[in-house]
């Protein structure tokens, strides 16, 4: 074994390249096992910890929250990477906007980055501002500049807007992550109104393609575009029509974009998640019934924790992945991304 790779096995098991840090497989299945999501309570050496058992599996409790949904009013409460991810300067100076950043994937990303060495500004809808003032607090304990920016991405005007504060306010622009998102659940055609699916095509699509026309002028050589899809894209369920929809289009546009945009040296990639425990399922992307087995037909039994696609938003960022544009990364659980 080569320096490199010993350096490299060595991150990958101690989880210093951006995962967060395994822990003992006894503290895990203690803590999944009280229904809390499993976060290491010490740092030391790492174990290898079983992925089927690092979070709480189903059956969950039934939930129900008035949308877009609150991460602190979660039973169990979401992981979002608050007491677990360590970073190592891998996006020193950068400066980042990620839509929803408030809850879910988006604040794992946000936390990530900050602590990575990134200062961040998040959007959210001003019914989350208990969520965002957490995020706050975190990218601030981190060291790092946190700048809110509340509004509605329905709005072309308020898209143009969000982007040249967020700029203004960082001195900048180097990555953009597109990942807020409307999830409402219809078991069938018939029920999805024009409002409904207006709403969701804003959301998802209108807002992606109008901040980042609104980012370009902003991005440089090195900059990065992250665009969150979904596996629904390729395999949509019967009861979310119109959001797949939108996945699979975010998909389409993001490796349309990547080949435009390889001429300026700004990468474009999108995730593409499998089922995750946020504030999205309770709030309508789930009926209220489906929920206590989210996540139970993924080959790995449970759902996914943000905090476990934290690592894969500041690879995707970083400058490390310089040769990756264009591609869709998958964190789905074993269920067949492509
Ligand atoms: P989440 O509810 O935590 O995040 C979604 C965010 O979208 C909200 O926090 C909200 O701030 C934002 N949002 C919604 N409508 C908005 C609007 N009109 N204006 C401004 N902001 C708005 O849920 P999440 O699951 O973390 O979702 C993040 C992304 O992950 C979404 O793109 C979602 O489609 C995608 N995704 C989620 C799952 C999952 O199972 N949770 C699976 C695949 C993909
Ligand atoms: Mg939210």
Same mark, same amino acid.
């Given at each position: 074994?080569?320096?490199?790779?010993?350096?490299?096995?060595?991150?990958?098991?101690?989880?210093?390249?951006g995962a967060a840090?395994?822990?003992?497989?006894? %503290?895990?299945?203690?803590?999944?096992?009280?229904? %809390?999501?499993?976060?290491?309570?010490?740092t030391g050496p790492?174990?290898?910890?079983?992925?089927?058992?690092?979070?709480?599996?189903?059956?969950?409790?039934?939930?129900?929250?008035?949308?877009?949904?609150?991460?602190?009013?979660?039973?169990?409460?979401?992981?979002?990477?608050?007491?677990?991810?360590?970073?190592?300067?891998?996006? #020193?100076?950068?400066?980042?906007?990620?839509?929803?950043?408030?809850?879910?994937?988006?604040?794992?990303?946000?936390?990530?980055?900050?602590?990575?060495?990134?200062?961040?500004?998040?959007?959210?809808?001003?019914?989350?501002?208990?969520?965002?003032?957490?995020?706050?607090?975190?990218?601030?304990?981190?060291?790092?500049?946190?700048?809110?920016?509340?509004?509605?991405?329905?709005?072309?005007?308020?898209? #143009?807007?969000?982007?040249?504060? #967020?700029?203004?306010?960082?001195?900048?622009?180097?990555?953009?992550?597109?990942?807020?998102?409307?999830?409402?659940?219809?078991?069938?055609?018939?029920?999805?109104?024009t409002e409904q699916?207006?709403?969701?095509?804003?959301?998802?699509?209108?807002?992606?393609?109008?901040?980042?026309?609104?980012?370009?002028?902003?991005?440089?050589?090195?900059?990065?575009?992250?665009?969150?899809?979904?596996?629904?894209?390729?395999?949509?369920?019967?009861?979310?029509?119109?959001?797949?929809?939108?996945?699979?289009?975010?998909?389409?546009?993001?490796?349309?974009?990547?080949? %435009?945009?390889?001429?300026?040296?700004?990468?474009?990639?999108?995730?593409?998640?499998?089922?995750?425990?946020?504030?999205?399922?309770?709030?309508?992307?789930?009926?209220?019934?489906?929920?206590? %087995?989210?996540?139970?037909?993924?080959?790995?039994?449970?759902?996914?924790?943000?905090?476990?696609?934290?690592?894969?938003?500041?690879?995707?960022?970083?400058?490390?992945?310089?040769?990756?544009?264009?591609?869709?990364?998958?964190?789905?659980?074993?269920?067949?991304?492509?």
């Amino acid at each position: 074994m080569t320096d490199e790779q010993r350096s490299l096995a060595r991150r990958l098991v101690l989880g210093a390249a951006g995962a967060a840090v395994p822990l003992t497989l006894a %503290q895990a299945q203690g803590q999944a096992q009280q229904g %809390q999501p499993a976060t290491p309570t010490q740092t030391g050496p790492a174990v290898l910890a079983d992925p089927r058992q690092k979070y709480p599996r189903p059956p969950f409790p039934r939930q129900e929250q008035p949308w877009p949904g609150l991460a602190s009013r979660m039973d169990p409460k979401p992981d979002h990477g608050e007491t677990s991810y360590r970073g190592s300067n891998r996006l #020193a100076g950068r400066r980042a906007l990620i839509t929803g950043g408030d809850s879910g994937i988006g604040r794992a990303a946000a936390i990530a980055y900050a602590r990575e060495g990134a200062d961040v500004a998040i959007n959210y809808l001003e019914a989350e501002e208990e969520d965002a003032r957490e995020v706050v607090r975190l990218i601030r304990e981190a060291g790092r500049k946190a700048v809110a920016i509340p509004g509605d991405l329905r709005q072309e005007e308020f898209c #143009a807007r969000l982007v040249e504060q #967020a700029a203004r306010d960082l001195g900048g622009l180097d990555i953009l992550v597109n990942n807020a998102a409307r999830q409402t659940a219809q078991t069938s055609i018939a029920d999805i109104t024009t409002e409904q699916f207006d709403s969701t095509m804003k959301t998802n699509l209108y807002a992606l393609f109008w901040l980042t026309k609104a980012a370009l002028p902003h991005l440089r050589p090195g900059s990065a575009i992250i665009n969150t899809a979904s596996v629904v894209a390729y395999d949509p369920p019967a009861a979310l029509f119109d959001y797949s929809g939108t996945k699979a289009a975010i998909i389409a546009f993001t490796r349309s974009l990547a080949k %435009q945009l390889a001429a300026q040296g700004i990468r474009v990639n999108a995730v593409a998640p499998g089922p995750f425990w946020t504030p999205l399922q309770p709030s309508g992307g789930q009926q209220p019934e489906a929920l206590p %087995q989210f996540g139970a037909e993924a080959p790995m039994g449970r759902p996914g924790q943000p905090a476990e696609l934290a690592p894969t938003f500041v690879l995707l960022a970083s400058a490390e992945a310089s040769y990756t544009t264009g591609d869709v990364q998958g964190a789905t659980g074993g269920r067949p991304s492509s």
